[in-house]
């Protein structure tokens, strides 16, 4: 090992944490939706909204994050997104205490930003620690800790936030307006304790990211040229991983965010079980990851991306045919087959970049929007057909042969005209 090798060992764990510290403020989303949807009386259009309004921040922030990092770099850009990420999730005491979901779409807005300024530098930095030639299985690699967070988020959810206690609206209305005001707001304040504890994790790594030193990489400005978003979207690889990007965020945040309820009408188990059945889904999503990091040295990344993407078709159909256990057995394939798909579309996109690394990863960063469009019409397809969760499932189903088409043809870098 190099000497330059090993000083990229500090900065690679500490980026690495990044990747597990934002997959669990979006994977507890799973654990959110359906809580409060219960404690905020919500439909499920509205209950998805909190969907929306986190990767609605991706979407705004994504162009501005790149600013960031190009005038200030990774390290400065990091400590930013860490800082903007505690706020809101500080932000839930008083939207807990209010019972306010514009509070709460507030607070998620501002991790979402936080989250965009992390991942448009944590991405490519992780990418560029090390050889170029074992960026993606690297990147992989560092995107296996958000896989963790998959399975950490719904079990941390399902102990702390999740009550098992769910009153329909007849019982509801059979109570006195004072018991059912002590349900409402307990089941509200329990979010609580999980974002709290969070946000004080997230100032502590902002110390550690601050009082040590990381390597400022450059980009490769090959012939002098100044990277920039105009240029990037000439190279026709990279539009289509933007593209393939938007559709694969779009089915993942779907899958999750009706997992715990389909769960419970499809497998007829309590708010808890499904809690719990969500953290396997993680599991496999984590094995997935380092598996699929594994498979990469043997299997080249656009063929394996192509596989998977026809493995979650098929599951998906399964899950929207079949019955009981089955469609959740489905939707824990799902999660190992999507596991590679981010790292791996970010990685072919960015391929042969150069100075134009840092724009073009505001650009996949901003296709993460697709996780605020798809799980509203999902969930106001759902209410249309009578709270009938699995015909939902036809929206990721038609978002992975977007993912499939882009793993057969569109990584292949070309200018475009």
Not at 110 to 117: H, Q, V
Not at 186 to 208: D, H, Q
Not at 349 to 369: D, E, R
Not at 396 to 402: A, G, L, R, S
């Amino acid at each position: 090992m190099t000497k330059t090798q090993n000083n990229y060992k500090l900065p690679f764990i500490l980026v690495s944490s990044l990747f597990f510290l934002w997959g669990i403020a979006n994977n507890l989303n799973g654990i959110l939706i359906p809580h409060l949807r219960k404690a905020l009386q919500l439909t499920n259009m509205q209950s998805t909204f909190v969907d929306t309004a986190v990767y609605f921040a991706y979407f705004i922030s994504a162009i501005p994050a790149g600013f960031i990092l190009k005038k200030f770099g990774y390290k400065k850009g990091i400590i930013t997104g860490l800082l903007v990420f505690s706020i809101g999730a500080f932000l839930f005491i008083p939207a807990a205490n209010l019972r306010a979901y514009n509070v709460f779409l507030m607070a998620l807005f501002i991790i979402g930003c936080g989250l965009t300024i992390l991942e448009t530098a944590a991405n490519p930095y992780a990418s560029k620690l090390g050889d170029p030639e074992t960026a993606t299985a690297r990147l992989t690699l560092a995107q296996s800790f958000n896989g963790l967070a998959v399975f950490v988020a719904p079990v941390i959810g399902t102990i702390f936030i999740l009550s098992g206690q769910e009153f329909s609206a007849n019982e509801l209305a059979v109570m006195t307006e004072a018991d059912k005001l002590s349900y409402l707001n307990g089941e509200a304040a329990s979010v609580k304790m999980p974002y709290i504890s969070l946000g004080i994790f997230l100032l502590v790594i902002a110390v550690l990211f601050f009082v040590n030193n990381f390597p400022e990489l450059k980009e490769d400005e090959g012939d002098g040229e100044k990277g920039s978003l105009a240029e990037s979207i000439k190279q026709k690889h990279l539009v289509w991983a933007v593209i393939a990007q938007f559709f694969y965020v779009g089915a993942q945040v779907c899958v999750t965010s009706f997992f715990v309820r389909m769960a419970i009408a499809g497998g007829g188990v309590d708010e808890k079980t499904a809690g719990y059945y969500l953290s396997i889904y993680g599991i496999l999503f984590m094995v997935g990851r380092f598996a699929g990091s594994a498979i990469m040295r043997f299997i080249a990344p656009q063929k394996l991306l192509s596989l998977y993407a026809v493995v979650c078709i098929l599951l998906s159909i399964i899950a929207i045919k079949t019955d009981g256990q089955y469609v959740v057995l489905a939707l824990g394939g799902l999660g190992f087959f999507m596991s590679i798909m981010f790292p791996t579309i970010f990685a072919l996109g960015i391929v042969g970049l150069k100075s134009n690394t840092k724009p073009a990863s505001s650009l996949l960063v901003m296709s993460i929007i697709g996780g605020a469009i798809f799980p509203v019409i999902m969930g106001n397809i759902i209410d249309r057909f009578g709270d009938d969760i699995q015909i939902g499932y036809i929206v990721p189903m038609i978002c992975y042969f977007f993912v499939l088409y882009f793993g057969m043809k569109g990584y292949k870098p070309a200018v475009t005209p």
